[in-house]
T-cell receptor
Framework: ETGVTQTPRHLVMGMTNKKSLKCEQH?????MYWYKQSAKKPLELMFVYSLEERVENNSVPSRFSPECPNSSHLFLHLHTLQPEDSALYLCASSTQSSGGAGGTDTQYFGPGTRLTVL | QKEVEQNSGPLSVPEGAIASLNCTYS??????FFWYRQYSGKSPELIMSIYSNGDKEDGRFTAQLNKASQYVSLLIRDSQPSDSATYLC???????????FGKGTKLTVNP
């Protein structure tokens, strides 16, 4: 069983709805990530939080808004989404080394939220 | 954008054969490399990590890294039907904490 949990597992929403995805990690990691996985495309990194600060925003539209209140929890707030935003949204966590040469430890993924936008 | 390239497959092998999955990457300064397995409808799970040139073995899995050729591979010995999945190659982009994924290779092991 993964140490990273995500809720809900499935979500269907209309384009005018507002919803939030939740991720929680129980691994003592200090970095958390949101990825989007669409059919026939590579996993796309959306956001990275390291020590609760956002360090990466990969040109993601503003209709996706992340929130990281502490090192164990990560949210993705959704509003006015488009049908092309339908995808599997994956959360991951890892331990990142600080400073120096950097380096990312292994990322562990949650089970994902299958999002359908009507 | 640094790229990670994989043959999308599908790759079909008979049960008991060796499956060979290949990956090339464009960022010369990458130092960390990972193979993930993803079953249909599930999230990726780590199979192997490799950081140094050469081979790294873990059970039926062997990862091979050649930094000069910017090439990393995964060999699966004695392939089983339960190995049927999509295998994702991932590379940490040099100078950042960003993990870049390939599109994945779909492997089917036929009984």
């Amino acid at each position: 069983e993964t140490g990273v949990t995500q809720t809900p597992r499935h979500l269907v929403m209309g384009m005018t709805n507002k919803k939030s995805l939740k991720c929680e990690q129980h691994l003592g990691h200090n970095a958390m990530y949101w990825y989007k996985q669409s059919a026939k495309k590579p996993l796309e990194l959306m956001f990275v939080y390291s020590l609760e600060e956002r360090v990466e925003n990969n040109s993601v539209p503003s209709r996706f808004s992340p929130e990281c209140p502490n090192s164990s929890h990560l949210f993705l707030h959704l509003h006015t989404l488009q049908p092309e935003d339908s995808a599997l949204y994956l959360c991951a966590s890892s331990t990142q080394s600080s400073g120096g040469a950097g380096g990312t430890d292994t990322q562990y993924f949650g089970p994902g939220t299958r999002l359908t936008v009507l | 954008q640094k790229e990670v390239e994989q043959n999308s497959g599908p790759l079909s092998v008979p049960e008991g054969a060796i499956a060979s999955l290949n990956c090339t990457y464009s960022d010369r300064v990458s130092q960390s490399f990972f193979w993930y397995r993803q079953y249909s409808g599930k999230s990726p799970e780590l199979i192997m990590s490799i950081y140094s040139n050469g081979d790294k073995e873990d059970g039926r899995f062997t990862a091979q890294l050649n930094k000069a050729s910017q090439y990393v591979s995964l060999l699966i010995r004695d392939s089983q039907p339960s190995d049927s999945a999509t295998y994702l190659c991932a590379v940490v982009q040099g100078g950042s904490e960003k993990l870049v994924f390939g599109k994945g290779t779909k492997l089917t092991v036929n009984p």
